[in-house]
């Protein structure tokens, strides 16, 4: 099957953009139980954390209003740096710009942020980040504060919030079937077929799978390990940029790599990309 390796959604994003799901999921984050009578709106804004990767979903509840990010790659310690910028635009869309500036108190909605972290490198099962480790110069407190709670979702970690919401229990294993396979050889295509077919086979997600089966492949393919991607991607890209007088192969190999650079990690400095490749600037442009 071929995949589409510029789809821009996630199959997180896809699965959760859904207003029953995000109802029960902020159940079992803030230990409440609101019921279908509780009112979900879904706000999430386009390419705005991770460029042309769209894999975080915004949505108000109750006052409050809840941006949930998934991570399968690094923690990335700038998350509440990300999350503050995240929720200045969110305010913008919310609010009438016009009421700042009157004297009456305007009342906003309440932020939490989270990310839930589904990576292969060990992490806690749980950690505040905060925005105050990234000033310059330490406040005690801090005039501006804003933290992350981050949530390890992995299927073996079995942590206590997987268990309360069955829709998230059934998402972290059917990655976890994904990476076992994977364990064992098959191609990543490959393992993501499989991974499919038994989670069907055992009623984990089986609907929405049954339903977006091909979306599903092409969207995890593309979103999978993306960090360890980048990183073969890059070290190829080092080692034969350093080879001087390609062969009609290794120029093949070298305009798919930027190819790569310039379609999955959406890098545009042709500079960087000829350094990389050995490509000359020229080529590179063609490929543009």
């Not at 492949?217 to 990183?231: H, R, S, V, Y």
Request: glycine letters at 2%; aromatic letters at 10%; hydrophobic letters at 35%.
């Amino acid at each position: 099957m071929n995949t589409n390796k510029k789809y821009k959604d996630s199959v997180f994003t896809r699965y959760f953009s859904d207003k029953h799901k995000l109802r029960l999921l902020y159940n079992a984050l803030e230990n409440t139980n609101y019921g279908e009578e509780t009112e979900v709106n879904i706000i999430t804004l386009e390419d705005v954390l991770f460029m042309n990767q769209k894999n975080d979903i915004c949505f108000t509840i109750d006052n409050k209003f809840i941006i949930l990010i998934e991570h399968q790659s690094t923690i990335n310690n700038n998350m509440p740096l990300r999350c503050l910028l995240y929720i200045a635009r969110e305010y913008e869309k919310l609010i009438d710009k016009n009421i700042v500036y009157r004297s009456t108190l305007q009342k906003i909605p309440t932020p939490h942020c989270y990310v839930l972290y589904n990576g292969v490198r060990n992490y806690p099962k749980e950690k505040i980040l905060k925005l105050s480790d990234a000033f310059l110069v330490q406040q005690n407190p801090p005039e501006l504060e804003l933290t992350v709670k981050v949530i390890n979702i992995n299927y073996k970690e079995n942590h206590s919030i997987v268990q309360q919401c069955q829709y998230l229990k059934e998402y972290s294993y059917f990655i976890s079937v994904v990476r076992t396979y994977l364990e064992k050889g098959l191609e990543l295509n490959d393992a993501i077929i499989q991974a499919v077919k038994i989670c069907i086979d055992k009623n984990v997600m089986k609907e929405f799978l049954e339903k977006n089966s091909s979306e599903v492949i092409n969207m995890l393919f593309t979103e999978f390990d993306m960090d360890t991607a980048k990183e073969i991607w890059k070290e190829e890209a080092r080692e034969e940029g350093r080879k001087e007088g390609f062969t009609k192969g290794e120029i093949k190999k070298q305009i798919e790599i930027a190819k790569n650079l310039l379609a999955i990690l959406d890098i545009k400095d042709v500079n960087m990309i000829s350094k990389a490749t050995g490509l000359s600037i020229e080529e590179i442009k063609k490929l543009m």
